[in-house]
């Protein structure tokens, strides 16, 4: 990602958009910079080297997916961040959009402190793409291949189990409330249960083993050194 102020593109036709992200993202202080067409969007992106582009799956001029792998296929923009920001919300719209190389696909409505709270978790999950860490425990964590390493044994993690180990593997023996990872990782989406939190620990604990995430009965998680 590019260094100092962050850049994010919106691209939407729909002016109303813009303004409801504007007034969402304030507190980010972040360079922004509004499309209505993609295809200008993505010329422009070239010159801004955004860290986040922000746009809808649906466009009259052209398809949200196919303008997601043009960023994906661009060595300038590969890496970055790419959220769906979209009235879609058919489950094969958003296996599309994540295969298509989405980082985060975000419903339409939205309030706009779930929207602050989901770019914000977004922009601080993926700061440094290319970290590679040092093991702990025998494990790593190589951020731009968006692999786990158990000793020789490479891990390819579902999205969201990822982004869990990541949030407690860089921030070793500190504990996370329930209520961090849910921001942290899900940027608060509503719905969630305290039981998809333990779905998730518990199905890491099985690939990476039970003694490297202890529970803090009554207040969360974190991983040993």
């Not at 970055?80 to 975000?106: C, K, P, V, W």
């Not at 969630?192 to 009554?218: A, W």
Request: with cysteine; proline share 3%; charged share 30%.
């Amino acid at each position: 990602m590019a260094a100092g102020k962050t850049k994010i593109v919106v691209i939407d036709s729909d002016v109303r958009v813009h303004e409801f992200i504007r007034q969402s993202l304030q507190a980010l202080h972040a360079e922004l910079h509004f499309f209505s067409s993609p295809r200008t969007g993505l010329d422009h992106s070239l010159q801004i080297a955004p860290n986040l582009v922000i746009m809808d799956i649906l466009n009259p001029e052209m398809d949200g997916i196919e303008i997601c792998s043009e960023y994906r296929g661009s060595e300038q923009l590969k890496d970055t961040l790419i959220a769906f920001f979209t009235t879609r919300n058919e489950d094969y719209s958003q296996i599309a959009g994540f295969n298509a190389g989405a980082d985060d696909y975000i419903l339409k409505p939205c309030r706009n402190q779930i929207f602050y709270s989901r770019v914000k978790a977004l922009l601080r999950r993926f700061k440094v793409r290319t970290e590679t860490s040092r093991p702990l425990n025998g494990i790593a964590i190589d951020r731009e291949r968006y692999v786990v390493k158990k000793g020789t044994q490479e891990l390819l993690l579902p999205r969201k189990e990822f982004e869990l180990m990541s949030l407690l593997f860089f921030s070793p023996r500190k504990v996370f409330t329930r209520k961090e990872i849910y921001n942290e990782v899900w940027g608060g989406e509503m719905g969630l249960s305290n039981r998809t939190i333990d779905v998730h620990i518990r199905k890491l604990r099985e690939k990476i083993g039970e003694d490297c995430i202890t529970t803090v009965k009554g207040i969360g998680y974190r991983f040993e050194r």
